[in-house]
């Protein structure tokens, strides 16, 4: 994944910190614009597990902190839901500019609010996501209700929101109240996605019902059970991005198989490791993969390892010639399973290797070919197996050129 920090320019002339993650070459085949939640930033956990499961599927995403939040320029006192909404208007025309217009909006908590209000603004949007969203943006008054009145006498009051204080004046009241979600709601005329967990304590699963009640068709709703409203549980969360990129092909232009085809010659591979961690995303002729290694070594097992991918090479080379080889012939082989294992042995133990030194490696392979086969069959299957592409290329010398890219 390519991740790109740049500034843009919000109504008021805020400069504001955005972050766009693309997929590994760089090609996504769609945008998406993420809104967080109230007082979150950017960085939050859960917007980048989402950002990644996206990623992968080669929808690209913009997310950025609010005026007065995080590394954006301004004040969060004279900040409230309507100027959220420009920002959000300001970073899809930013995108539009630099790129392309987000074909999907995507907003968590009050963020969700405030994609369904800016949707109207945003041309290019086709879809529209909410993850634990208020029906009304006046729902966050209830987090305020103990500093109401001194925010009402006092005009403004300093409030402690997630462990950070915050100072809330009374015109944000004021703007949350006077904002009626419901027109916008029925009038979104976008595909819709709800998420919404029904042990949510901050935003009740009631307001779920509420949106999903007010909008008309397209519109799904997923229920994230036992997850919390920040989606603290990395599962919960990735579940979130790989859910919306599935819902979301159906209502935005994504090529179809006959567009991978013609990738395929190009024999390109990428892989990007980022700062930390061993989690590496790899982009083979268009399709995305995930390599990594396991907790014993300093991973997260987010995907297979290096040696995994290669065992796995070999194992469907050979399964497919194999294939390829008893259509040709018309011979009964009804399914083929390839079980395959590696390790590093002594090089004294190999009885065929030309070195008494050090380690080699030895993969083991069983074939199951299953159908009416007679034995001679069998055998010449198993012969034909050590004739795949990949069994040759590893008992070949290989030559692996390696430049510095400029």
Not at 87 to 110: C, M, N, Q, R, W
């Amino acid at each position: 994944m390519i991740s790109k920090k740049f500034t843009f320019y919000s109504s008021n002339n805020n400069k504001l910190s955005a972050q766009i993650s693309m997929p590994v070459d760089g090609h996504p085949h769609a945008y998406a614009l993420f809104a967080h939640c109230f007082t979150c930033t950017k960085n939050f956990k859960a917007v980048n597990h989402i950002s990644n499961a996206l990623v992968r599927e080669k929808i690209a995403v913009l997310r950025f902190d609010f005026t007065g939040l995080g590394e954006s320029e301004g004040d969060f006192a004279d900040t409230n839901f309507s100027s959220n909404v420009a920002d959000l208007v300001a970073a899809a025309k930013y995108l539009d500019t630099e790129f392309s217009g987000p074909s999907i909006l995507i907003g968590h908590s009050l963020g969700g609010a405030a994609v369904i209000q800016a949707a109207s603004q945003i041309p290019s949007c086709k879809a529209v996501v909410t993850i634990g969203a208020p029906s009304e943006p006046g729902h966050v008054i209830k987090i305020l209700s103990d500093h109401r009145d001194e925010i009402e006498q006092e005009g403004e009051a300093e409030v402690d929101l997630a462990g950070r204080k915050f100072k809330i004046k009374k015109q944000f009241l004021n703007d949350l109240e006077k904002t009626r979600m419901t027109d916008s709601i029925r009038n979104l005329k976008k595909a819709l996605l709800i998420f919404h967990s029904p042990i949510d304590s901050t935003v009740g699963i009631d307001n779920a019902a509420d949106i999903f009640r007010a909008a008309r068709h397209p519109k799904s709703f997923v229920s994230l059970d036992n997850a919390d409203h920040l989606l603290m549980k990395e599962a919960d969360s990735l579940y979130v991005g790989n859910t919306i990129a599935t819902w979301a092909s159906r209502y935005i232009e994504m090529p179809g198989k006959e567009v991978i085809k013609i990738q395929v010659p190009k024999n390109r591979v990428i892989a990007r490791t980022g700062k930390t961690g061993y989690r590496t995303d790899i982009m083979a002729n268009g399709l995305p993969l995930i390599a990594d290694e396991p907790e014993s070594l300093g991973g997260t097992n987010m995907g297979p390892s290096p040696y995994d991918y290669l065992v796995a090479g070999l194992g469907a080379c050979t399964s497919m010639t194999l294939r390829m080889y008893a259509d040709r012939k018309k011979w009964p082989l009804d399914e083929i399973v390839v079980e395959l294992s590696h390790k590093k042995i002594h090089a004294k133990d190999c009885d065929t290797c030309e070195t008494q030194k050090g380690y080699v490696d030895q993969i083991e392979r069983e074939l199951n070919l299953k159908g009416p086969l007679d034995d001679a069959q069998r055998q010449r299957l198993m012969e034909i197996a050590d004739r795949c592409p990949v069994h040759r290329t590893l008992n070949s010398k290989v030559l692996i050129n390696t430049k510095m890219k400029q």
